[in-house]
């Protein structure tokens, strides 16, 4: 059954088929949401991600989880917030979308997100999370397929938002 879950907190302590990371188009690992699963999952994560090497904005790709209990990562590049005239609405739609179709693929039952693009990329919260929302649930109906999707918000402003917008 297709559930819409907020939990405030760190989305490494989440129980779930897929993990999404906030990533870089180098996949080179960073700080933020990135580091903290590069630091919770080990090294194996980091070597697939160099294989691959590049991931364009507002694309998705998947590795292993590494020492983390989810099965995957899914790696997606948010985009840069330019004052909102440079197709960041768009980029950031295609991070959520990729991300479903992926998990679909994978077979997933169940698959966290981040609030991709608000930290360091600075994308305004009060826009992202009902982006967010909206394309993951038409992303699932259009798929034609059922899943548990937690959106795991770090901060309180976002676990706010998030509240607001789905319960
Ligand atoms: P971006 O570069 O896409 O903005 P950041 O990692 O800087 O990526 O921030 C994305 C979001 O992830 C922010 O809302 C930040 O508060 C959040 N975040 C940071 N660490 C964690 C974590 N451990 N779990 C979940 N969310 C996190």
């Known amino acids: 059954m297709t559930q819409l879950k907020v ?7 989440i129980a779930c088929d897929i993990i999404v990371n ?8 960073g700080g933020g949401v990135d580091g903290a699963i590069h630091q919770a999952g080990g ?9 691959i090497g590049y991931c364009p ?10 020492d983390l209990q989810a099965d995957y990562i899914i790696h997606t590049v948010g ?25 679909v693929e994978y077979r997933a039952d169940s698959l966290a ?10 994308y305004p919260k009060d826009l992202a999370a009902p982006l967010a929302i909206k394309t ?19 901060d309180a402003e976002n676990a706010e938002l998030y509240k607001k917008l789905i319960e």
């Open 136 to 154: 993951v649930k038409e992303m699932l109906k259009k798929q034609g397929t059922e899943m548990e999707i937690f959106f795991v918000c770090f």
């Open 57 to 66: 904005t507002g694309s998705a790709v998947i590795t292993s989880a590494g």
């Open 79 to 103: 985009p840069v917030w330019m004052g909102g005239t440079r197709g960041e609405a768009e980029k950031l739609q295609s991070c959520y979308e990729e991300s479903i179709e992926l998990a």
């Open 7 to 13: 939990i405030h907190g760190d989305i490494i302590t």
């Open 113 to 122: 997100f981040p609030n991709i693009s608000t930290g360091v990329y600075k």
């Open 43 to 51: 090294p194996a994560i980091m070597e697939e991600c160099r294989e």
């Open 22 to 29: 906030a990533a870089n188009n180098g996949l080179q690992g």
